[in-house]
């Protein structure tokens, strides 16, 4: 696999934007970055469906763009270098190992493809609602905030104007 | 658009240029506004879908170098501590803007006098009280009377609520027996006239869907309009021009097709903010202003005063529903503004209450802090702070500086080919000293209402919202760009109306400041028409 195979593809909008294969290794990658929730029977980011939204995202800016093709390349390498198969396929803990080192190698590339899967993840409606979060946009319905007991106030009316005369 | 000459033009249809029109549309002069953005259609705002937060990272970022909209310029802040924050549209950065609208103080007008250091303004604070009251009334401004920080004033709405989040500051700050009182805010809280009430949807910063936020495109536009003042937009302005006599004739600027235009005017307004304002004026060189317009003193640029901004954000244990609520309007503390030379510094610094961030911001700052890690850890470091963060910002009083300036960059261009603005700013000590004690202080108010653990930012890098200085105002032509009414020293007929006026900065938002000088200066024209030019 070469930089060149795993670049973007421009292809309509309604098609995945990069090919089957690099769909089934980001999926696995997004699993490790954010793993399932079993607590809330959240499945990672990459189970979640989320591989297409975050290749879309990366290739709105071409720096996202290369970094996340130039990881897909080192990580296939990886996992074939410490566990003589694809990525997806490894155990959990050869994984880990391929991520370490990948971490070691690029130190930058993870860190930017968490920016681009968190940002995916914290807006589905299925993860909003699992953290407890309306899932929906605020607008137009907002949010309902009580009224405040300016009570509170209290200390602070007693105080005599303390503002600067000049 | 053909060339007739109009008697008014105004550059800019921002805060000032907006409330400056209005006002002076009841002269019936011909009034023209040129404006390089657009109108902003607010269904299109962010808070209307899930991405709303990830959109304030890209097509709303504060940052025009991020956003890269057709209406942005470039700016070169890549040297400075504190990157420039601003939009270009109508309404200009009100479009984006906190609305946190406190006013200044007597004693900001006076810091020569009273503390020995920069200079005090041509006016005071009681000139522009009737000012600020009617600017109040256009907005519509949420607050509460009685605030022991302040002479007397009337909010013309009642306050935005704290929701528990403030509540629980608000009691950390009681527990120290220091001041807070409920914000200024510039957020109809009830239905006020064509605004809708707010109803918390959270990220003002990306633009009130609602319209229940003050942007000058809702307020004092619509009334300029109907009053006769004409608004173009898309149009970017070159340079302005100059008869043999030096008084200013009108512009060059290039229309929304991109094609060079030339609009002739007998006076001419700048309102284009104080790095925009100086770009322009330095951009405007001639054979009678050969370093610049207005620029022979040299002075149009220099003393550039940001308002450094120190960040803490206090974890909590129990959540506090901080994502409901205008972002930067809650509650402002104004215990150490003014000048107690123990504390190390001279003048002060105000507190803003910051709400919490949604689950996307919580998720990217816990990334850059390393309390979210990817890997098995990162559901127990989400859970740790989603919703368990308050922030308050200092927002500390720099000092003017020429060494601190606005020039133009020797090689970056706008999409027109203009030369762009670069900023040269280092952080003064006084200024340094100030964020630190602010910073501290903080921690204790955040510690004292039930913080865990805090987290600061200071100076925050992305928070250069408030531009101030670079054509500043006085008697002296040898020390100020205008007079005391926004007329340049230089060239009779060319005002400045933003915040490049200010001789100093205050420690609190300059917006209301800002649009209460701009109604003053229209009013002096107003009442001086006739010698207008002596």
Excluded at chain 2, 505 to 523: E, F, K
Aim: negative net charge.
């Amino acid at each position: 696999m070469t930089g060149d195979d795993v670049g973007m593809t421009e292809t309509p909008a309604a098609a995945p934007a990069i090919d089957a294969a690099r769909q089934r290794l980001l999926a696995a990658l997004l699993d490790e970055l954010v793993p399932p929730r079993a607590e809330a029977a959240l499945p990672g980011a990459g189970a979640l469906g989320l591989a297409d939204a975050v290749a879309r995202s990366a290739a709105e800016n071409p720096g996202l763009a290369s970094v996340l093709a130039e990881t897909l390349v080192q990580l296939a390498a990886l996992a074939q270098q410490h566990g003589g198969t694809s990525f997806p396929d490894l155990d959990p803990r050869a994984r880990r190992v391929a991520l370490d080192a990948l971490a070691a190698r690029a130190p930058g590339s993870l860190p930017a493809l968490c920016f681009l899967t968190y940002a995916a993840y914290y807006r589905d409606p299925r993860v909003l609602e699992a953290i407890g979060h309306p899932p929906r946009p605020p607008y137009p319905l907002g949010y309902e905030v009580p009224p405040t007991d300016f009570g509170l106030l209290e200390p602070v009316r007693r105080r005599a104007p303390f503002y600067r005369s000049v | 658009m053909a060339d007739d000459p109009v008697d008014v033009l105004i550059i800019g249809a921002g805060a000032a240029g907006a409330a400056f029109a209005w006002s002076l549309a009841e002269t019936r002069m011909n009034i023209l506004c040129l404006e390089q953005g657009d109108w902003m259609n607010p269904a299109e705002y962010p808070t209307a879908g899930l991405d709303c937060e990830a959109r304030g990272q890209s097509d709303f970022a504060f940052s025009p170098n991020t956003r890269q909209r057709p209406a942005d310029y470039p700016v070169n802040d890549a040297e400075s501590p504190i990157a420039i924050s601003n939009f270009n549209a109508v309404g200009g950065s009100t479009i984006l803007y906190a609305g946190h609208f406190p006013r200044m103080k007597p004693s900001d007008f006076r810091v020569r006098s009273l503390d020995g250091v920069a200079d005090d303004w041509p006016l005071d604070y009681a000139t522009l009280e009737p000012y600020w009251a009617e600017n109040d009334r256009m907005m519509g401004v949420a607050g509460l009377a009685g605030d022991p920080a302040y002479p007397p004033k009337e909010p013309t709405l009642p306050p935005v609520p704290l929701g528990k989040l403030g509540e629980t500051v608000a009691r950390g700050f009681n527990e120290l027996g220091w001041h807070w009182w409920p914000s200024d805010s510039a957020i109809a809280t009830r239905p006020y006239g064509d605004r809708a009430p707010c109803i918390n949807l959270g990220p003002c910063v990306s633009g009130c869907a609602q319209g229940a936020k003050a942007s000058t495109d809702l307020t004092y536009w619509p009334a300029a309009i109907r009053a006769g003042v004409r608004l173009e937009t898309r149009c970017r302005v070159r340079e302005i021009t100059v008869r043999p006599d030096g008084l200013a004739d009108g512009v060059v600027y290039y229309d929304a097709d991109g094609v060079e235009r030339r609009q002739r005017a007998e006076i001419v307004v700048l309102a284009c903010n104080g790095v925009g304002t100086p770009r322009l004026l330095l951009n405007s060189r001639s054979p009678q202003f050969p370093d610049g317009l207005a620029n022979r003193n040299g002075l149009v640029g220099r003393n550039l005063m940001f308002h450094p901004y120190g960040m803490v954000m206090g974890i909590f244990d129990e959540p506090l529903d901080g994502y409901q609520g205008p972002t930067g309007c809650g509650l402002m503390s104004h215990e150490f503004y003014e000048t107690d030379r123990a504390r190390g510094f001279v003048r002060g610094f105000s507190y803003e209450l910051l709400r919490g961030f949604g689950p996307v911001t919580t998720a990217l700052w816990g990334l850059a802090s390393g309390r979210v890690p990817w890997g098995p850890d990162h559901h127990r470091g989400f859970g740790d702070v989603i919703d368990r963060m308050a922030g308050l910002i200092a927002i500390c009083e720099d000092l003017p500086e020429e060494h601190n300036r606005v020039v133009l960059d020797p090689e970056l261009r706008d999409g027109h080919g203009i030369p762009a603005p670069k900023i040269e700013y280092q952080l003064s000590d006084n200024s340094r000293r100030m964020l630190d004690y602010g910073v501290a202080r903080a921690q204790e108010a955040l510690t004292a209402a039930g913080a865990r653990s805090t987290f600061v930012e200071a100076p925050l890098r992305l928070a250069g919202w408030h531009l101030m200085g670079t054509a500043r105002m006085g008697t002296d032509p040898a020390r100020s760009v205008v007079d005391e009414w926004g007329r340049s020293h230089d060239v009779r007929n060319l005002f400045v109306i933003d915040g490049s006026v200010f001789v100093t900065a205050g420690a609190v938002n300059p917006t209301c400041t800002i649009q209460g000088l701009a109604l003053y200066i229209a009013d002096r024209i107003k009442k001086n028409l006739g010698n207008l030019f002596e």
